[in-house]
């Protein structure tokens, strides 16, 4: 990779959010650039099947190639050194990038709780598991319990089905009230309808609302997990456990930017713009919204950020569709038994093996850190901070560069900041 | 869809696999359960499968700390798991 590269407008984030960005803003005479991390875009929806492009982006993308976008498969963005200028890195190699406006649709990751045994081998978060079966892993023959909140559960449940799994249970832990209250809402979002119907036809049967894990366990690996629903618990041997409760954003490069968060969300005005000027945000960071949401927010980012106004019915969709994901929060909130299954020596930290009875206590996670370790490794808090938060009420850490482990070298382009090398 | 396939090693054994596979898929098709271990020692393996936990750590020709569900599997690449 060379030195430095100078753009009008870069987007971070390749997937449904980002490539909107990237359609909107990308016009003859403007250099816009589009960053991923992953081997090629998509972001998680349309993540590549075995590092190829999906069908379904695989002509937009074209189109951003025919424009001119200039594209970074595989490299993470990972400091802000200087004002209007970021780091990335890919293979080992690093550089810079300059921006005039920027775009941050850098999406959302899965919330996991910790319960007694989620640290065993095969137990892994929904999505997570959804990404390693399109990254090749083979599901063929293999039990599977699907488990957590929120309507990726049935998403997944039916795409393991169609890869040849067997899955022996999806268990929701929200009440069947709220299942149902729901699928009255989907009447009024057509799209989702068909959606929906299609899911229920595929894997409506393994459905156990108001269930949950309770443990899971094994020796080396995973064996089994019980499931409960507050007043009966049922043991399923299984392969693989898929477990996540909904998505949180990732904030880290927004805080890092200096961009103000509120309730767990970064804050945007109607144009996408954040607290700091001309840096904008769009998708799952401003509020976990889906596929639709992300798309709008992506192209109304993508046009003001290219100094163009945006057609009022993209923006009165967004509008809609924020509507919306309301009603996925009030439907998949999370139960209060969640905040119970950690045992004392349950690991909540993975990456420095803090256990529950070692936090319990310290008022802020702050606290926790300097006494404990926990948050201090390869993840940075990642998965351990907002489950502390959900767990303890904590607030959020406070984010450093680098945003993730980089050797020295990758440091060198910054003048001045306390840099703190999480252990690997 | 090509379905090429690659062949790499993993702690030393031969694997063959479909181009695109990432290096974590490979080592799950493989058998192998555990990708690292943690600090008390205890087996580790994926867990988002998409570069946030660095649980899938392994050592990919001979760096260490690589982030196996990033990584694409290539021909001739010495993968090793620390279970
Ligand atoms: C694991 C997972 C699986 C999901 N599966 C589905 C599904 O099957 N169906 C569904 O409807 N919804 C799914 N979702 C929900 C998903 O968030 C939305 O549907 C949609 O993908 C959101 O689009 P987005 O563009 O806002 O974010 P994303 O699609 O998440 O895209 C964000 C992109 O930003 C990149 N990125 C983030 N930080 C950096 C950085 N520092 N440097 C470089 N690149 C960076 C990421 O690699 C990612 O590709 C899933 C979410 C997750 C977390
Ligand atoms: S599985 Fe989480 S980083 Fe690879």
């Known amino acids: ?424 | 869809m090509s379905e090429e396939r690659i062949q790499l090693k993993i702690n030393g054994l031969p694997v063959e696999v479909a181009q695109g596979t990432s290096v974590a898929a490979a080592i799950l098709n493989s058998g192998r359960t555990s990708f690292r271990q943690s600090v008390d020692e205890e087996s580790r393996g994926p867990v988002c499968g998409m570069g946030i936990c660095f649980e899938c750590r392994v050592s990919v020709n001979g760096h260490p700390h690589i982030r196996a569900c990033m990584t694409t599997c290539e021909a001739g690449m010495e993968v090793i798991t620390f279970g």
């Open chain 1, 1 to 424: 990779m060379g030195k430095t590269a100078k753009f009008d407008v870069l987007i971070i984030g390749a997937g449904p959010a980002g490539i909107a960005a990237a359609m909107a803003a990308s016009e003859p005479g403007k250099c816009v650039g589009l960053v991923d991390e992953n081997s090629a875009p998509g972001g998680q929806i349309y993540r590549a099947l075995k590092g190829q492009i999906q069908n379904s982006i695989s002509s937009q993308i074209k189109t951003l190639d025919d424009r001119g976008v200039i594209r970074f498969d595989g490299a993470t963005v990972y400091d802000a050194p200087r004002p209007n200028t970021l780091s990335i890195t890919k293979g080992g190699e690093f550089q810079t990038l300059e921006y005039e406006k920027l775009i941050l649709a850098v999406g959302a990751r899965e919330l996991f709780l910790p319960f007694p045994g989620w640290t065993l081998p095969n137990v892994m978060g929904v999505g997570g598991l959804q990404a390693l079966v399109k990254a090749g892993l083979d599901v063929k023959g293999k039990r599977i319990v699907v488990a957590g909140t929120g309507p990726l559960l049935l998403a997944v449940g039916d795409f393991l089905k169609k890869y040849g799994a067997e899955v022996l249970a999806i268990a929701e832990q929200a009440p069947i009230v709220n299942l149902l209250r729901f699928s009255t809402n989907l009447l009024s979002f057509s799209s989702k309808i068909g959606q929906g119907i299609s899911l229920i036809g595929s894997v409506g049967t393994k459905i156990r609302p108001g269930t949950w894990v309770a443990s899971a366990s094994g020796t080396r690996a995973l064996n089994s997990v019980i499931l409960s629903n507050g007043k009966t618990t049922q043991e399923l041997e299984c392969d693989y456990l898929a477990c996540a409760y909904g998505f949180v954003p990732n904030l880290e490069l927004p805080l890092l930017l200096g961009c103000a968060v509120e309730d767990g969300f970064v804050q945007v005005d109607s144009t996408q713009q954040t607290s700091v000027q001309n840096v904008y945000c769009a998708g799952e960071p401003t509020g976990i919204g889906g596929i639709d949401l992300s798309t709008l927010e992506g192209t109304i980012a993508g046009y003001f950020a290219n100094q163009n106004d945006c057609p009022t019915l993209v923006l009165k969709a967004r509008d809609r569709w924020k509507l919306f994901s309301k009603k996925l929060d009030a439907t998949f909130a999370l139960r209060t038994e969640l905040k119970e299954l950690a045992s004392p020596d349950t690991v909540v930290c993975r990456c420095e093996d803090v256990r529950m009875s070692q936090l319990v206590g310290w008022e802020s996670s702050r606290a926790a850190k300097l006494q404990t370790r926990c948050g201090m490794g390869a993840c940075q808090g990642r998965i351990c901070g907002p489950a502390t938060r959900f767990l303890l009420n904590w607030e959020h850490g406070t984010v450093r560069p680098p945003l993730i482990p980089v050797p020295l070298a990758g440091l060198e382009t910054r003048t001045s900041a306390v840099i703190e090398q999480p252990e690997n």
